[in-house]
């Protein structure tokens, strides 16, 4: 059985639904509350918030299903904190200069408002527009804070697909990265440059290609890109440290980050095309 009631007044969460859901009990509403069964405006809370006249509230027999995302996004995380995507590639994360409408963060941002209430969302971390995988987004700047000061705590592991075979199979990269004014991100030792590790494991062989499964212990910019070209095996499709190609050989497949008192595991299946890189050679 589901209920949807609009605030009339402000008031606290429960009071509200204790007031208007008289037959329900306080510790099923409490249970609905806890298994995230409350949606506020279309977005599922956990928490004894604060409602304002005008607010739809849902209470559902199940939790409710992963908010609308824009097309060809998938949502594979929502609470009232935080909301992770698989990000295409070929998508900028947030604007530029240049382009600031048809990017992650606007798109998903519209796609969470309603008439009069705009959604409020801000970047965690960003991907290369090239990069497919995992891409998370704050809700409130507290969440956004809270994550970045603890980020160092996060496990970034992605997949990447490169020229050759790296020899030995697996090994660490530890070669500071430095920014040129170019944008072109230089390897080794120099004046500015800033510490940076990348672990890697070798997947699979087929042909002149390898796929790698790669953790960053630090999170520099074009960090994966560079070190592997500087290791000798640039990821397929990189027109900027290697050769062009239909796509970026690179995917982030797993985030695994603090979130309140307990961790959270978001993972983004490599699509089809991503795969086909291995297969082209």
């Known amino acids: 059985m589901s209920e949807r009631l609009v ?5 606290r969460l429960l009071e509200f639904l204790r007031r208007r859901l008289p037959g329900w009990k306080r510790s099923t509403l409490e249970k609905r509350l806890r298994a995230g069964c409350v949606c506020v405006n279309g977005v599922p809370v956990r928490r004894n918030e604060a409602l304002a006249a005008g607010d739809e509230v849902l209470v559902a027999g199940e939790a409710p299903p992963a908010p609308p995302a824009p097309k060809g996004i998938a949502v594979l995380f929502a609470d009232e904190e935080l909301v992770a995507i698989d990000k295409p590639a070929g998508l ?15 798109l998903l941002r519209a796609s969470l408002s309603r008439p009069g209430k705009p959604a409020a969302l801000w970047p965690v971390h ?3 527009r090239e990069t497919s995988g995992v891409l998370l987004f704050a809700r409130t700047a507290a969440a956004r804070d809270a994550l970045q000061a603890r980020w160092t705590e996060a496990e970034k592991v992605y997949l990447a697909i490169v020229a050759g075979a790296p020899d030995p199979a697996s090994g660490a990269i530890e070669q500071p990265l430095l920014e040129d004014g170019d944008l072109f991100v230089r390897v080794g030792a120099r004046p500015g440059a800033k510490a940076a590790r990348t672990r890697y494991a ?5 042909g002149g290609r390898a796929l790698l499964e790669v953790e960053l212990d630090s999170g520099r910019k074009h960090q994966i890109r560079a070190h592997l070209a500087w290791l ?13 190609g239909p796509r970026l050989g690179l995917h982030a497949l797993r985030l695994r980050v603090p979130h309140g008192e307990r961790e959270l595991v978001l993972e983004a299946r490599p699509p089809r095309d991503f795969l086909a890189l291995l297969r082209s050679t």
């Open 7 to 11: 605030v009339d007044e402000p008031a």
């Open 92 to 106: 900028l994360s947030v604007g530029t200069e240049r382009e600031r409408g048809r990017t992650a963060l606007a």
């Open 232 to 244: 000798g095996h640039p990821l397929v499709g990189d027109a900027r440290y290697g050769v062009a």
């Open 126 to 128: 960003r991907l290369d």
């Open 202 to 206: 070798t997947r699979e062989v087929q």
